[in-house]
């Protein structure tokens, strides 16, 4: 079976152990990647290298294995050494970081040492460069023109965001290394549109088709059970991809056809579906909260969220997705239980009683923003985020959840674990999903 687990522990395959840190794609593929990742900000701890993790995913669904991910600060000696092993263990090297026009960014001088190849210049990277100062009334810097010199044999890679070219760079034996910036939305943008058509393009001769079903509610090793239990295609690699008590689920066919490949997906894709049933919020890059606003506008449905211990992160979530404004409501950060009594209507009598974190709070919380705000549904966040106002009766993590659509009034308990802010984060997802299975029931 064609199966890996992504997680921190290891795993097992037909009880064999697979080791502490499995990859998240068992595919043999000739072309194998790995990613580089410069700048001393990422080995300091000062940004969180996003851009690897991004890449590895986008390379997976393309059927080609990230076999390592190294980040090196800006030190030419480093950055080559970095540069020679990189091309010494791999077919595909992806370079992020270091093509800005600053004295620090030395990226495409070491990849043209490394390669041995001389910088060129680029006339139509320089006329990019320039018609993205004139396009922002800004007056050209000079050292800005610094990112129109390639290694010879390169082709470069517009960039619709900013000023530094990406670079294609195609060396002996097969191997292709690839240059892009280290700002996120310019490193994706070069992707999507370049990069990954060319890789296609390059997969061994066949074809790639990858299908991710986003789940919720449901842990790795239930899905891994569920896995065992059906017929994988030999041709169909599978990968979970666990995030924030959410497990995303991707197959991937590698065939000699287009069509072939989109059967074999089909051949999994559907009987894992009915397996997984409500777990299954969306496929793709579908969110949770793009799922919930289908069902909402579907249902002609509009929600109002009231939110303690979240602080809004609901209501965020919610309004991120375009033309929310046709189902959210509004919401209230109910705080201080003075704004659950004067704005919720939530009574003296059951703070007292119960307290603010307790089942009939959340369930007052949510009838009350339901009527202040107008919405069909009301739903409402109550909890201790910690790390401080735990007690033995009511641990750090407890959250309380409900929910109010005009005939009955729900509620749930929930407990997390971890940090402040990973506890308001999972609050706020198991709150969305408390919604959408409410709305799926309807």
């Known amino acids: 079976m064609n199966l890996c687990i992504v997680s921190h522990a290891a795993c097992r395959i037909k009880g064999k152990p697979v080791g502490p840190a499995p990859r998240p794609l068992c595919y043999n593929g000739p072309m194998q990647a790995e990613v580089l990742a410069i700048g001393s900000e990422l080995t300091s701890g000062a940004t969180v290298n996003t851009n690897a993790a991004y890449l590895a995913r986008r390379l997976a669904a393309l059927g080609i294995p990230c076999r390592r991910q190294v980040a090196v600060g800006d030190e030419r000696s480093e950055l080559l050494a970095a540069l020679h092993e990189g091309l010494q263990r791999s077919t595909l090297l992806i370079v992020t970081g270091g093509l800005g026009p600053t004295f620090d960014d030395i990226t495409m001088a070491a990849i043209a040492e490394a390669t041995r190849r001389p910088l ?16 922002r009334h800004r007056a050209l810097q000079r050292a800005a023109l610094r990112q129109a010199y390639l290694p010879r044999g390169g082709q470069p890679l517009s960039n619709a965001l900013g000023t530094a070219a990406g670079l294609w760079l195609p060396l002996a034996h097969g191997r292709v290394l690839v240059a892009l910036p280290g700002v996120p939305a310019e490193m994706r943008a070069i992707t999507e549109r370049h990069v990954l058509p060319r890789l296609k393009r390059l997969a061994s001769g ?185 007690t033995k009766r009511k641990p750090v993590g407890l959250v309380y959840l409900a929910l109010a659509d005009g005939r009955r009034v729900l509620s749930h308990r929930c407990q997390f674990f971890g940090d402040r802010l990973s506890i308001k984060a999972q609050a706020a997802q198991a709150a969305i999903d408390f919604l959408r299975r409410h709305l799926l029931r309807r």
């Open 120 to 135: 060129v210049y680029f006339p139509a990277v320089a006329t990019a460069i320039r018609r993205f100062y004139t396009r």
């Open 206 to 390: 066949r074809a790639i088709e990858s299908r991710t079903l986003r789940t919720a509610g449901i842990v790795e090793l239930a899905i891994e059970a569920v896995l065992r239990r059906l017929r994988i295609p030999p041709e169909v690699s599978v990968g979970l991809y666990p995030n924030l008590r959410m497990v995303d689920v991707r197959l991937t066919a590698a065939t000699r056809s287009r069509p072939q490949a989109k059967r074999s997906l089909a051949r999994l894709e559907a009987p894992l579906r009915r397996a997984l049933g409500v777990h299954v919020y969306g496929v793709d890059d579908e969110t949770i909260e793009e799922a919930v606003g289908r069902l909402l506008v579907a249902r002609r449905r509009t929600i109002a969220v009231a939110e303690s211990c979240t602080g809004g992160l609901v209501s965020d979530r919610l309004t991120n997705v375009p033309g929310s404004s046709r189902y959210v409501r509004g919401g209230v950060i109910a705080y201080h239980n003075d704004v659950k009594r004067t704005q919720l209507g939530v009574s003296s009598t059951l703070l007292a009683k119960y307290g603010a974190v307790s089942a009939p709070v959340a369930r007052s919380m949510a009838q009350g923003v339901r009527r202040l705000l107008g919405s069909n549904v009301g739903l409402a966040i109550t909890g201790i985020a910690g790390p401080t106002g735990g």
